[in-house]
């Protein structure tokens, strides 16, 4: 069964700074990759996908993720932070009948003025 | 379209009685899931439909948890003889179930068990 590992639990970045958030996933087959946004009380965003292709994939609201096979990887980044961006990043994992995705627990990002 | 409704958006119980969720999908979504999440922690799958079927039931959905999707569209989760342990948030999602991989997400409800 597929998995997924966010080894931060909270990150603080000032804003106008660089961020980038870590997951690594485990999948037996081709998996199919997702960044999730999720504001308090909210439900969850969808930020990006990756499913083939381009392993650089652009996302909503500036960000970007990349897939690397050899490290199972799909990291989160975007350039310049500004201070809405404070909130709750999930990193999913599905399958390709898109039946069974599965959440890590979450990085929560806090931006500095 | 207006996206994912989810109704309540919140709700406080006391332990013991029965409570029930509903839940609007995207129109043309043929799946509809339901999730739980629990303070500080992802999103855990509950089940799923595909039209009107239940295709699939997390060990999570105990006894006392029921869904259903009668007509295919909106969707209801109960819990009965509710517990402190099912404070949570219940997100509904929904998918087409080819082609357009990601889910959307409803608000959620956010259940509190006193």
């Known amino acids: 069964a597929q998995s997924v590992t966010q080894p931060d639990i909270h990150i603080t970045v000032s804003e106008g700074a660089s961020l980038e958030l870590r997951c690594n996933y485990s999948?037996?087959?081709?998996?199919?990759l997702f960044w999730y946004v999720q504001s308090p009380g909210q439900g969850l965003q969808l930020l990006l996908k990756y499913f083939s292709g381009d392993t650089l994939v652009q996302g909503i609201k500036g960000f970007e993720a990349e897939f690397k096979r050899s490290q199972s990887s799909f990291n989160l980044r975007k350039p310049s932070v500004h201070w809405s961006d404070a909130a709750e990043y999930f990193c999913?994992?599905?399958?390709?009948?898109?039946?069974?995705?599965?959440f890590g627990a979450g990085t929560r990002l806090t931006v500095k003025p | 379209d207006t996206g994912v409704s989810q109704d309540p958006r919140h709700k406080i119980t006391k332990r013991g009685q029965n409570v029930t969720f509903r839940c609007d999908p995207i129109s043309e979504h043929n799946r509809l899931y339901w999730y739980r999440q629990t303070l500080g922690q992802g999103p855990e799958f509950l089940t799923y439909?595909?039209?009107?079927?239940?295709?699939?039931k997390s060990r999570l959905l105990s006894d006392r948890f029921s869904a259903e999707r009668p007509k295919g569209s909106f969707s209801t989760l109960e819990i009965q003889r509710t517990e402190q342990g099912d404070s949570a948030m219940y997100l509904c999602?929904?998918?087409?179930?080819?082609?357009?991989?990601?889910?959307?997400f409803g608000s959620g409800t956010r259940l509190t068990v006193v």
């Open positions: 999913a994992v599905g399958a390709s009948n898109n039946n069974d995705m599965r």
């Open positions: 439909f595909q039209n009107e079927a239940q295709l699939e």
């Open positions: 999602a929904s998918s087409l179930s080819m082609g357009n991989y990601g889910y959307t």
């Open positions: 999948y037996g087959a081709t998996p199919y």
